[in-house]
C-alpha cells in the first residue's frame, strides 16, 4: 500500500543553523515526490517537488531536497534556518502509475526556529 | 487571481444539520480533491473528481456527497453533520496528467468546520 511518513512531529532548530525534515515513501514504481508548507490558517503552498533527473532539487525559499532511491527518502534541507520557516510541512507522494489523481500526505512536521 | 476559492472560511453546526462548502477554480483543471486535516494524521482524502460528471471516493468518504456539474465548481456536502466532521477541510485542483504544467495541487485556503 502506497503511504508517506514523517517521522518527526517537530523538529527544533536555531536560526542561522541547518536544518533537515525528514520523509521516507512507499510507492510501487517511481513516484512524484513533493513537499508543502503550511503557514497557520493558511493552505498549504507547494515548496518543491522532484519528478525525474537531478536528485538534488531546488525550491522556494532557499530549500532543497534529496531524492534517495535506494532508502525510499525524500528529506527537506535548508543551509541556514530563518525564523519565518517556522511551520507545518508536509511530505506528498503521487503515484506514476497507478492512483495517479492521489496525493499521499505524511503527517506533517513542526519545524521551530528560535532567535 | 488565479488560483481555488473555498467559501466559507469558518463555519459552526449543530449536530444533524447539513451544509455544502465550496470550492471553485479558475485554472481550468481537470482534477479536484476534498481533503480534511486533522492534528497528526497529515491530509486524508474525502472525495475527487477527474472531470465534469466524474467523481469516485477517497479514504474518508462516510457522511460526504459531492457532485461535479462545472469543471471550476466541486462542492462539498454534509448530509447530517457529527462531531467526528470537526476538522479543516481543503480543496485542491491540478491538471490532468497528459496536460500537466507541475505535476502538482493547487489548494484553497480552507474552512474551518466544528460540529457541536
Same mark, same amino acid.
Given at each position: 500500500?502506497?503511504?508517506?511518513?514523517?517521522?518527526?512531529?517537530?523538529?527544533?532548530?536555531?536560526?542561522?543553523?541547518?536544518?533537515?525534515?525528514?520523509?521516507?515513501?512507499?510507492?510501487?514504481?517511481?513516484?512524484?515526490?513533493?513537499?508543502?508548507?503550511?503557514?497557520?490558517?493558511?493552505?498549504?503552498?507547494?515548496?518543491?517537488?522532484?519528478?525525474?533527473?537531478?536528485?538534488?532539487? @531546488?525550491?522556494?525559499?532557499?530549500?532543497?531536497?534529496? $531524492?534517495?532511491?535506494?532508502?525510499?527518502? $525524500?528529506?527537506?534541507?535548508?543551509?541556514?534556518?530563518?525564523?519565518?520557516d517556522s511551520a507545518?510541512?508536509?511530505?506528498?507522494?503521487?503515484?506514476?502509475?497507478?492512483?495517479?489523481?492521489?496525493?499521499?500526505?505524511?503527517?506533517?512536521? @513542526?519545524?521551530n526556529v528560535?532567535? | 487571481?488565479?488560483?481555488?476559492?473555498?467559501?466559507?472560511?469558518?463555519?459552526?453546526?449543530?449536530?444533524?444539520?447539513?451544509?455544502?462548502?465550496?470550492?471553485?477554480?479558475?485554472?481550468?483543471?481537470?482534477?479536484?480533491?476534498?481533503?480534511?486535516?486533522?492534528?497528526?494524521?497529515?491530509?486524508?482524502?474525502?472525495?475527487?473528481?477527474?472531470?465534469?460528471?466524474?467523481?469516485?471516493?477517497?479514504?474518508?468518504?462516510?457522511?460526504?456527497?459531492?457532485?461535479?456539474?462545472?469543471?471550476?465548481?466541486?462542492?462539498?456536502?454534509?448530509?447530517?453533520?457529527?462531531?467526528?466532521?470537526?476538522?479543516?477541510?481543503?480543496?485542491?485542483?491540478?491538471?490532468?496528467?497528459?496536460?500537466?504544467?507541475?505535476?502538482?495541487?493547487?489548494?484553497?485556503?480552507?474552512?474551518?468546520?466544528?460540529?457541536?
Amino acid at each position: 500500500a502506497q503511504s508517506v511518513a514523517q517521522p518527526e512531529d517537530q523538529v527544533n532548530v536555531a536560526e542561522g543553523n541547518p536544518l533537515t525534515v525528514k520523509c521516507t515513501y512507499s510507492v510501487s514504481g517511481n513516484p512524484y515526490l513533493f513537499w508543502y508548507v503550511q503557514y497557520p490558517n493558511r493552505g498549504l503552498q507547494f515548496l518543491l517537488k522532484y519528478i525525474t533527473g537531478d536528485n538534488l532539487v @531546488k525550491g522556494s525559499y532557499g530549500f532543497e531536497a534529496e $531524492f534517495n532511491k535506494s532508502q525510499t527518502s $525524500f528529506h527537506l534541507k535548508k543551509p541556514s534556518a530563518l525564523v519565518s520557516d517556522s511551520a507545518l510541512y508536509f511530505c506528498a507522494v503521487r503515484d506514476r502509475l497507478y492512483n495517479f489523481n492521489k496525493f499521499y500526505f505524511g503527517s506533517g512536521t @513542526k519545524l521551530n526556529v528560535k532567535p | 487571481n488565479a488560483g481555488v476559492t473555498q467559501t466559507p472560511k469558518f463555519q459552526v453546526l449543530k449536530t444533524g444539520q447539513s451544509m455544502t462548502l465550496q470550492c471553485a477554480q479558475d485554472m481550468n483543471h481537470e482534477y479536484m480533491s476534498w481533503y480534511r486535516q486533522d492534528p497528526g494524521m497529515g491530509l486524508r482524502l474525502i472525495h475527487y473528481s477527474v472531470g465534469a460528471g466524474i467523481t469516485d471516493q477517497g479514504e474518508v468518504p462516510n457522511g460526504y456527497n459531492v457532485s461535479r456539474s462545472t469543471t471550476e465548481d466541486f462542492p462539498l456536502r454534509l448530509l447530517s453533520a457529527a462531531p467526528s466532521q470537526t476538522s479543516v477541510y481543503f480543496c485542491a485542483s491540478s491538471y490532468r496528467r497528459d496536460r500537466l504544467k507541475n505535476y502538482g495541487y493547487t489548494f484553497g485556503s480552507g474552512t474551518r468546520l466544528t460540529v457541536v
